[in-house]
Every structure is written in C-alpha cells, then in structure tokens.
C-alpha cells in the first residue's frame, strides 16, 4: 500500500465513523436538508432579489445575499428538526440499530466520495502517473468509476480517460484534433513539384 491507498482508506474511516456517530436517521435527514436548502436557494432567490433592491444597487450581489439567505435558514430549520428526532430515536431504544445501519451508509458515501474524485482525476493526466498503477486500492474504485461513467451524459463522459486509457488529444482529455484543409494555390503548385521530383 502507497500514501493514496491510506488516504482512500482515511475518506471511508471518517465516514464510516460519523454516520455511527449520528446514526442512519440523521444522516439521511442532514442529506434531505442539504438538497432542501440548495432546491429553496435555487429556486427563490429572484424574489429575495426584488426584496432587497432598495438596498443593494448590484444585481448579481443582491441574488447572492438572497440565494445564502435562503440555503442558511432552511438549513438551520431543518437541522433543529434532525436533532428532535435523533432525540426521539434515542429515546425508543432503536439507536443501536440507527447506529449500525447508519455504518453501512457512511460506508456506502465514502466509497461514493472516492469514486466521484477517481471521475475527477479522470478528466486530467493524473490516472496515467506511476503512483496510480502503483495503488493496491485505486483499481477497485476505478471499475466503479468506468460503470458511473457510462451513466453520465457524452460531453462529460468524453472528458474522463482513467489508467491505460489515452487521452483524445495529448494532453487536453476530451479534444478531437481538426482536420487539416487542403492546400490551395501556390501552396498546392509547390507540394505538386516536389512529389514529381521525388518520383523515380
């Protein structure tokens, strides 16, 4: 094992250890709040926008402030109602079995989290350096990667060439090389000349 198999092995150890730490319910809930508050943000932001016009001159500061407003209250409203019912869990006696099945979900996001860096690497030359062949661990999450890719939409999946895969233009992943055009003029007259010359 090199440095990233320790690091990989870091990522899943930390996940693993606070999805015990808070159990499955609160872990699925803190991920339903942070989809809410992006969903709310993105939405509603334009009329926190008009709101806050007799105040802020700059359109893309005020749909900014009004975008962090709304991603922040909703989180916190939505995290106090986590923090009831981890209450509540620990209270009906389940939260051995919430802790254990919430193992099995910090295991499953950070085998996730390493796949989705393994796709990140994969748009870069990174995946054909000596240390990523080199990994005891890195093959495994790349397989993964490969099945995710074919998932994702042609421009982006186009973008991604992962260990023994080369590029489509040397380094610039995701670049087709134009075809040249053909000569034309005194260009073609002189390219004419010297093939007649090099005939026998």
Same mark, same amino acid.
């Given at each position: ?77 939505? +995290? !106090?109602?986590?923090?009831? @019912?981890?209450? *509540? =869990?620990?209270? &009906? $006696?389940?939260?051995? %079995?919430?802790?254990? #099945? ?47 890719? +074919? !998932?994702?939409?042609?421009? @982006?999946?186009? *973008? =991604?060439?992962? &260990? $023994?895969?080369?590029? %489509?233009?040397?380094? #610039? ?28």
């Amino acid at each position: 094992m090199i440095w990233v198999d320790w690091v990989i092995l870091i990522i899943l150890g930390v996940s693993v250890l606070v999805s015990v730490f808070r159990g499955l319910a609160r872990e699925v809930l803190s991920l339903l709040a942070w989809v809410a508050a992006a969903w709310v943000a993105f939405e509603y932001a334009p009329l926190g926008d008009a709101w806050l016009a007799p105040w802020v001159p700059a359109p893309s500061i005020r749909l900014l402030l009004s975008g962090a407003a709304l991603f922040t209250t909703v989180l916190l409203g939505l +995290g !106090l109602v986590n923090t009831l @019912v981890g209450r *509540l =869990i620990q209270g &009906s $006696g389940l939260s051995g %079995t919430d802790r254990s #099945l919430g193992m099995l979900f910090g295991l499953a996001r950070g085998i996730a989290i390493v796949t989705v860096l393994v796709l990140a690497a994969g748009t870069t030359l990174v995946p054909q350096d000596p240390w990523w062949r080199e990994s005891t661990l890195l093959h495994h999450f790349e397989r993964l990667a490969i099945e995710v890719r +074919g !998932l994702l939409p042609e421009p @982006v999946s186009g *973008l =991604i060439r992962l &260990s $023994g895969e080369a590029p %489509t233009a040397p380094g #610039l992943p995701g670049l087709i090389p134009l075809p040249m055009a053909p000569a034309t003029g005194q260009g073609a007259a002189a390219g004419d000349a010297v093939r007649s010359g090099a005939q026998p």
